[in-house]
């Protein structure tokens, strides 16, 4: 454990790098051979939208990222925090708890805020408008959300008392997670299930891609599965039924264009289609 808070106490931005493109490879190879659905569709050009999208969340980051350095020092300069408030344990349970709450707060919270307030919901939709839901889909984020879950990931960070460490810890791990999750693996239904009660797994997942409620609205999570469970937000839809994308937005013209997809925040939101029935 010593040597993994060493590892990312001085983690360099071109290591973080490697830990993004290395997970997208690997979840590209291995959905290129076990894909879960034969998605009709020009892979490398939806690529290029989601890798947009991704290097936008990355600059912003970057550009931010003073901020979540500062709070992560100014929390331990006055032990301020959860983590702070604990009594000594040790190093190993520390990181859980702090990986758990950083999650619960950085990822569930700001997920479940998103659906919920319909400003937030204008940035957010632009991740649920993917109608081709594989591995590069995780960091299709509108530049604007990406905004928003810095600031929760920010005060994740306040809250839990989180050093600098376990802070870069818990991003490599999201973004490992997420393009997990997202990847068109065909996995034994068995293993996905067996995985959903402790991580989210591809099959969980994806479920929150379905295109009308009550399932875009559930399960929230992205690390760990047990918010869902915990909070009542966790559902179950077999994969044959899924149909990827959001009610408002099913046009290829719309979710497979960039510049439309930039705009959607700033248009009039649509009324939902009546809902299908399962």
């Known amino acids: 454990m010593n040597e993994l808070v060493s590892y990312f106490s001085t983690i360099s931005s071109l290591h973080r790098s490697l830990i ?27 690529a290029k939208i989601n890798f947009f999208l991704t290097f936008t969340t990355i600059l912003i980051n970057f550009v931010l990222a003073f901020i979540l350095l500062q709070t992560a020092d100014w ?29 619960l707060i950085g990822a569930y919270l700001a997920h479940l805020v998103e659906h919920k307030i319909k400003f937030l919901w204008r940035f957010h939709i632009i991740h ?24 929760f990931t920010a005060l994740g960070v306040l809250i839990v008392g989180s050093p600098m460490w376990l802070v870069f810890l818990y991003q490599s791990l999201s973004v ?61 839809l077999p994969t044959d039924k899924i149909i990827y994308g959001v009610d408002t937005h099913m046009l290829e013209s719309e979710h497979n264009n960039l510049g439309k997809l930039l705009e959607i925040p700033l248009k009039k939101q649509r009324t939902a289609l009546p809902i299908k029935k399962e």
Request: glycine share 4%; proline share 4%; charged share 15%.
């Open 176 to 236: 490992v997670a997420s393009q997990f999750n997202h990847a068109n693996i065909n996995m034994p239904k068995k293993l996905d299930k067996l995985l959903s009660y402790c991580i989210v797994s591809p099959n969980m997942h994806k479920i929150h891609h379905h295109y009308v409620l009550p399932y875009t609205d559930s399960n929230y999570g992205n690390i760990f599965s047990i918010w869902d469970r915990l909070f009542g937000t966790f559902t179950y």
């Open 20 to 46: 993004l493109v290395g997970g997208i490879t690997v979840f590209w190879l291995i959905e290129n051979n076990f894909p879960l659905f034969q998605l009709q569709y020009h892979k490398w050009k939806h």
């Open 75 to 103: 929390t331990i300069a006055h032990q301020f925090g959860i983590l702070q408030s604990l009594p000594e344990m040790s190093l190993l349970l520390y990181t859980i708890i702090g990986l758990l709450l950083l999650d």
């Open 128 to 151: 649920h408008t993917d109608t081709w839901i594989d591995t590069t889909t995780a960091n299709r984020h509108h530049p604007g959300e990406s905004v928003i879950r810095f600031a």
